[in-house]
């Protein structure tokens, strides 16, 4: 994945795959050597959407329905996998007293048990987004410090990786380790 503003993406996209080649493994430092381009690209905007409300009148928005970020992480994954998990203890909980499972209360719960978790998710992914945008070059050196920390202390890696899988909140209970 190659990451480009706009402009550059129409520049790029305009390249044939020989001048594109070259603007790839400069773009790479050549850090992955020669590199070769095959035929047939594609471009994805970069985006992030997020509704006001993540459920109303009998219906709950889950995974990219309920929010749509750039492939970083896995983010928009375990976003999901996390809306479906709280959904179902919503559910449960109100099933299990004998409550409409589609209720306005139901829903409710449900909303505001996904909002800081996908606007924490989505500011921080925006945050990185921007920064492999910028041409700034003390935010490409903190980038890369960070890359390069991230790759050769394994012990903060896998605390950046708990990060990225966790919730800001406590995690909904079909996502929590069980009990043998």
């Known amino acids: 994945m190659w990451v480009s503003a706009p402009k550059e993406v129409e520049r790029l996209m305009a390249m044939g795959d020989d001048e594109l080649s070259e603007a790839a493994e400069r773009q790479s430092h050549s850090i992955f050597g020669r590199v070769t ?61 004998g409550g409409d499972p589609g209720s306005d209360e139901v829903l409710s719960a449900y909303d505001r048990a996904r909002k800081l978790d ?33 790759n050769a202390l394994p012990p903060l890696r896998r605390l950046v990786m708990r990060i990225g899988m966790e919730p800001p909140t406590e995690l909904p209970s079909l996502m929590r380790p069980q009990p043998h």
């Open 118 to 150: 996908v606007l924490t998710r989505t500011l921080g992914i925006d945050l990185l987004s921007r920064s492999l945008l910028s041409g700034f070059l003390p935010i490409q050196a903190a980038r890369g410090i960070v890359s390069y920390g991230l």
């Open 37 to 97: 381009v095959e035929p047939g690209r594609h471009v994805f905007p970069l985006g992030i959407e997020q509704p006001r409300q993540f459920a109303r009148a009998r219906i709950a928005l889950v995974g990219e329905a309920a929010h749509v970020v750039p492939p970083i992480g896995a983010q928009g994954l375990n976003l999901g996998l996390r809306d479906v998990a709280t959904l179902a203890d919503c559910v449960s909980t109100a099933m299990a007293r």
